[in-house]
């Protein structure tokens, strides 16, 4: 279905037939060229983002700025590993919320005739940036923790206790506030951070309690690196994801060959080729492909109907179908074209 094939004759068409491509032709010459603008009854595809996605941010911004210094402190204080790593990691956090706040405020920015799809995917590459720092983080963790178990210290369990216990308190209410937007993938890297800076509370938490009550300090490095477990399996969830959206992969949940088949199916249709499909961004499928069809006539009709089955089966509803008329042997007649004005 994915083949080469232009020996038809060509008709552009985007979610209508050519009177409605002519009719949104002549609006956007009114507006001023607004080439990149979607006709009534078109897909429900924006290219912007969302302004509440910012706010989100800087909340969680501030809220695990200022408990990182606090952690920080009171690891250098208390000699527990636990507590330097957990503190470590929200300032890595704190860094990525701002490298996202700034891809997040971008993607806000209204398409260009330099970007006729907007710049929605600076949130992507944000979230790829911080997928990678946020490994790097867990090889610093795995690296102090080997060496803090060959070489103990001694660690103020009551102090790291007291701490790990604030910050669970603090990432519980990040994590709420990031967890109302799961659509956009930016935002999820950030919940991601913040869910590994949760489960680093735990560590310390529990880490303080054993130190309190058994005086086993090697427990400290022991569930740092464990945590660091669990935030890489996390992380490539999300590196896995934003990676297939920058190479424009077929997205994980549309079956490309399914889409292909439905298409070919339509009647009137007599083949399927050079079909694309990807995603502009996390949730936000896109199909392009040619139609060759047995009549022209018949192309608004098949293009209703190649929509619905989309967005109903697949859920893509940003699609560009461009149609070839099927060339008959000589001596057969032909369909056509008329010029609709």
């Known amino acids: 279905m994915h083949h080469h094939d232009h020996g038809g004759h060509h008709h552009h068409a985007h979610h209508g037939g050519p009177a409605a491509a002519h009719a949104g032709a002549l609006r956007a010459a009114n507006r001023g060229d607004d080439f990149s ?17 910012s706010r989100a941010l800087i909340l969680a911004l501030v809220l695990i700025g200022s408990f990182a210094l606090v952690e920080f402190l009171g ?9 330097l790593a957990d503190s470590g990691h929200m300032l890595t956090d704190a860094a990525s919320l701002v490298f996202s706040l700034v891809a997040n405020i971008v993607a806000q920015r209204p398409v260009s005739s330099r970007h006729s799809y907007g710049l929605a995917r600076a949130e992507v590459i944000a979230a790829f940036v911080n997928s990678l720092a946020l490994l790097a983080v867990v090889v610093w963790l795995v690296v102090i923790g080997i060496d803090r178990i060959s070489h103990p210290v001694a ?11 604030s910050g669970i308190g603090v990432n519980l209410l990040v994590a709420w506030v990031l967890s109302r937007d799961r659509q956009n993938l930016n935002i999820r890297a950030a919940l991601l951070h913040v869910l590994g800076d949760l489960l680093g509370s735990v560590a310390a ?25 669990l935030i890489l399996h996390s ?18 949940h549309v ?26 961004v ?23 109907q190649a929509r619905q089955i989309l967005n109903r089966d697949h859920g893509i509803d940003h699609v560009t179908l461009q149609p070839e008329c099927f060339i008959r042997a000589s001596g057969h007649p032909t369909i056509p074209v008329r010029r609709v004005s």
């Not at 690891?75 to 507590?83: C, D, E």
């Not at 992380?235 to 994980?252: C, H, I, M, N, Y």
């Not at 490309?256 to 694309?276: F, Q, T």
């Open 205 to 229: 938490l529990v880490a303080g309690l054993i130190i309190v009550y058994t005086g086993y300090s090697v427990v400290d490095p022991l569930l740092s690196m464990l945590v660091s477990g």
């Open 282 to 304: 996390p949730g936000q499928g896109a199909v392009s492909a040619h139609l060759l069809i047995e009549r022209i006539d018949r192309w608004p009709a098949i293009l209703m």
């Open 155 to 165: 660690v103020n369990g009551g102090a790291v206790t007291i701490i790990a216990a």
């Open 235 to 252: 992380t490539f969830g999300v590196l896995r994801e934003s990676t297939l959206v920058l190479l424009d992969s077929v997205p994980t």
């Open 75 to 83: 690891g250098l204080w208390s000699g527990s590993l636990a507590l």
């Open 255 to 280: 079956d490309y060959e399914g889409v292909g088949k439905a298409l070919a199916s339509i009647p009137g249709v007599v083949s399927v080729h050079d079909l694309h499909i990807w995603s502009m």
């Open 37 to 53: 603008g979607h006709a009534q009854g078109d897909d429900q595809y924006v290219h912007v983002t969302r302004p509440g996605a």
